[in-house]
């Protein structure tokens, strides 16, 4: 028996939990470094922008990538707020899902965020400075990517996001169980118009 797609609420509802217990991460996380500042040493210490950007990337994004990884691959298939929904991801088609398609499909999701942190640790570093280049590349990652995202999910009938297609994954309606058969629901066959419906 084939499963559908993940309805768009669901989906919202579900990122909307994530994203709540992720702030409650990123605040537990300021209180308890300024704490430490505070007891053993005089304030935040001088890293320079490497080091900053370093400490941001193994505090906060690592643990971010790795709650969404090991989640998603893991028995439920589901983050806490999919769980909540009672909606999984999966792989599209008849293969299994791959540990692979998990990674690629949080790296991507998790790229805007990341060149956030960049972008700001190389204006503060560098007055603002940015060539136009550069702070277009990075514009168009941070804004245009989840935009575009948005975009996709509300007008595909499967509400895949670009991180589902390149990841050749899908969010699918109930609790991931092993015993229903493979769908075909994201695949562009000419018989089953799911982009426009």
Same mark, same amino acid.
């Given at each position: @028996?084939?499963?559908? %797609?993940?309805?768009?609420?669901?989906?919202?509802?579900?990122?909307?939990?994530?994203?709540?217990?992720? +702030?409650?991460?990123?605040?537990?996380?300021?209180?308890?470094?300024?704490?430490?500042?505070?007891?053993? #040493?005089?304030?935040?210490?001088?890293?320079?922008? #490497?080091?900053?950007?370093? +400490?941001?990337?193994?505090?906060?994004?690592?643990?971010?990538?790795?709650?969404?990884?090991?989640?998603?691959?893991?028995?439920?298939?589901?983050? $806490?707020?999919?769980?909540?929904?009672?909606?999984?991801?999966?792989?599209?088609? !008849?293969?299994?899902?791959?540990?692979?398609?998990?990674?690629?499909?949080?790296?991507?999701?998790?790229?805007?965020?990341? @060149?956030?942190?960049?972008?700001?640790?190389?204006?503060?570093?560098?007055?603002?400075?940015?060539?136009?280049? %550069? $702070?277009?590349?990075?514009?168009?990652?941070?804004?245009?990517?989840? +935009?575009?995202?948005?975009?996709?999910?509300?007008?595909?009938?499967?509400?895949?996001?670009?991180?589902?297609?390149? %990841? !050749?994954?899908?969010?699918?309606?109930?609790?991931?169980?092993?015993?229903?058969?493979?769908?075909?629901?994201?695949?562009?066959?000419?018989?089953? !118009?799911?982009?426009?419906?």
């Amino acid at each position: @028996m084939s499963k559908s %797609a993940a309805s768009l609420k669901k989906r919202l509802l579900a990122l909307l939990v994530d994203i709540l217990l992720i +702030i409650v991460y990123v605040i537990g996380l300021l209180g308890v470094t300024q704490l430490l500042y505070h007891i053993f #040493l005089d304030g935040p210490p001088a890293m320079g922008r #490497l080091g900053e950007e370093l +400490i941001a990337f193994s505090t906060l994004l690592s643990p971010v990538f790795l709650y969404f990884v090991i989640t998603e691959y893991g028995k439920a298939r589901a983050t $806490f707020g999919k769980r909540m929904m009672h909606i999984h991801i999966d792989s599209i088609g !008849n293969l299994p899902l791959t540990l692979t398609q998990v990674i690629l499909k949080n790296i991507i999701k998790l790229l805007p965020w990341q @060149m956030a942190h960049t972008f700001i640790f190389t204006g503060f570093h560098n007055d603002w400075n940015i060539p136009v280049f %550069a $702070f277009v590349l990075f514009m168009v990652i941070i804004y245009g990517l989840p +935009i575009l995202s948005i975009f996709i999910i509300c007008i595909r009938n499967d509400h895949c996001s670009i991180h589902d297609l390149i %990841a !050749n994954t899908i969010v699918l309606e109930g609790d991931y169980d092993t015993t229903y058969d493979r769908h075909k629901d994201c695949q562009d066959d000419e018989n089953n !118009n799911i982009f426009f419906g």
